[in-house]
């Protein structure tokens, strides 16, 4: 009980952090979840679905960039979990971030599940 109480405080937390306190470099954010192609019939089994989402773009370190996996340019986008409609993966999400259209490298979330990472590049 104690953990899920944890948990969700800090899901509350991110969710403040983002939308209050960091307003002023806070952008607005559309994921889009694709929809599941079927091969045999040659057409769309689900349908996209967009959802709009407050981040940060806090970058990377100049340590982390080895101009490989981590490249100069690339963003590093912070955003709070709670309420988010859409299984934010690398395989299956299209991402504008701010106007810019966005490839996403990888998703990381806290422990706590309170807040998504993602790695992107402009495409």
């Not at 970058?59 to 979990?81: H, L, M």
């Amino acid at each position: 009980l104690v953990l899920v109480t944890f948990a969700t405080d800090m899901q509350e937390l991110a969710v403040d952090l983002v939308q209050n306190v960091f307003v002023s470099v806070s952008k607005l954010m559309t994921l889009t979840q694709l929809g599941e192609w079927n091969q045999a019939t040659q057409s769309a089994a689900t349908v996209a679905t967009d959802v709009n989402v407050i981040a940060i773009n806090t970058g990377f370190k100049k340590s982390d960039i080895d101009g490989e996996s981590i490249q100069s340019g690339d963003y590093k986008i912070i955003f709070a979990a709670t309420g988010i409609t859409v299984d934010v993966r690398a395989d299956n999400v299209e991402c504008v971030f701010d106007g810019v259209d966005l490839d996403i490298i990888s998703v990381d979330s806290d422990p706590a599940d309170a807040r998504h990472i993602l790695h992107c590049r402009a495409l």
